[in-house]
């Protein structure tokens, strides 16, 4: 009788371990990779944006981001970090304007953010979605740990002059 009651313990344990690396890889085959090579193609393009009366312009292609920016220009260029490159505090001024992807889609707010990486981060990145609001592509960025302050940004200077103030459901401003 102990016998039977201990060999039915240690089938109901091996069953609950069974079931959680069932759970496990059901978690993991859910996570959504990204190719950390080129930027996404519905990020690609000219954005526009109005912040306090000033236009933003940023410009993403395969491999760069350039910006402009109350006058000034900017540009960071995607690389692919590789494992072995752990040495951050040697800094090499080429890579001062370098930025990686993360490889994994980040899900909050009910959107799938991208998240790049400038070379020497130490602090939190910025997080892209592109979404279709009201009728419209949008480029929103948003920053943080916690992330927030969504900026939206449009294909043309037109509509981002018009939709300058628009508050959108389901982002942190």
Do not use: C
């Not at 060999?7 to 069932?22: D, F």
């Not at 990020?43 to 912040?51: E, F, L, P, V």
């Not at 910006?67 to 900017?74: A, D, E, H, L, M």
């Amino acid at each position: 009788m102990k016998t039977k009651k201990i060999l039915i313990v240690i089938i109901a344990m091996i069953s609950l371990v069974a079931v959680g690396s069932i759970t496990t890889t059901a978690v993991q085959a859910k996570e959504e990779k990204i190719n950390v090579r080129v930027f996404p193609k519905k990020m690609r393009g000219t954005w526009y944006q109005y912040d306090k009366g000033q236009l933003t312009k940023i410009i993403y292609t395969k491999k760069k981001i350039i910006s402009y920016y109350n006058g000034k220009r900017g540009v960071l260029y995607l690389h692919v970090r590789t494992k072995g490159e752990t040495n951050w505090d040697k800094r090499d001024s080429k890579k001062e304007n370098w930025v990686f992807l993360n490889p994994t889609l980040a899900r909050f707010q009910g959107h799938k953010w991208i998240t790049y990486w400038n070379w020497y981060a130490s602090h939190a990145a910025p997080y892209f979605n592109v979404s279709r609001l009201n009728g419209h592509q949008v480029l929103t960025n948003e920053y943080g740990v916690y992330p927030n302050g969504a900026n939206h940004y449009y294909h043309s200077i037109k509509l981002a002059k018009k939709l300058k103030n628009k508050r959108y459901a389901h982002f942190v401003y």
